[in-house]
């Protein structure tokens, strides 16, 4: 094998007198030389294109509001407070309804967050509610602070009927929101997988 290379390009072994021999490596032929370069030039293109896309969403993200990241916020926190109620009933009707695709299941605020903004993301005043409670029936408010004293007491139900303080939510707390309720969230259904 002292006379013989192996070609970058398709693999194959051939004489050192047919082939052509470049600083990146030996090939059969010319044309083999140019289509590993065309490759090798698609690759660090892919590369590039993909660093970039990463790149603008680093800066897409540095630019959103407030107004952008509640949203995403939201959607963290309702994750979560699914997640952690999964397999329990409704707070408000104690049915547990059969599973379809799209969910059965919502976060139902006790507070809404049109009435009480700033309780948004208070995990005692969200829990999981049938849809038909928490949107056909805005919410079932009554049966829902009935169950709810028994879930978690009547002091933290008053504490949450008597808070008034007004919260600004700003950009980083918001991002703080989603990043904590995401991995809580991820945390909750591993658990939950290990012990089933």
């Known amino acids: 094998m002292a006379n013989k290379w192996r070609c970058l390009f398709c693999k194959e072994y051939f ?24 490759k090798k030039n698609d690759k660090s293109k892919e590369k590039q294109r993909k660093h970039q896309k990463k790149t603008d969403k680093v800066k897409r993200d ?4 407030a107004r952008d990241l509640m949203p995403e916020a939201q959607a963290a926190f309702n994750k979560y407070i699914r997640a952690r109620d999964s397999g329990e009933p409704c707070v408000s009707c104690n049915r547990l ?60 139900v008053e504490r949450i009927e008597n808070d008034n303080t ?14 904590i309720f995401n991995r809580r969230a991820r945390n909750v259904l591993k658990r939950k997988e290990n012990v089933v």
């Not at 004489?15 to 065309?38: M, Q």
């Open 15 to 38: 004489h050192a007198e047919g082939g052509v021999s470049l600083p990146v490596g030996f090939f059969c032929c010319f044309n083999h030389a140019t289509e590993y370069a065309k």
């Open 62 to 65: 540095k630019l959103k509001t």
């Open 97 to 156: 309804p059969e599973q379809k695709v799209g969910g059965t299941m919502d976060a139902g605020h006790y507070r809404s967050r049109g009435a009480a903004p700033h309780m948004r993301f208070n995990v005692f005043n969200c829990h999981s509610q049938c849809v038909a409670c928490n949107r056909y029936q805005s919410g079932n408010v009554v049966d829902y602070r009935i169950n709810l004293i028994k879930k978690i007491g009547i002091e933290r």
């Open 166 to 179: 007004p919260r600004k939510f700003d950009v980083d707390y918001l991002r703080r929101v989603k990043v």
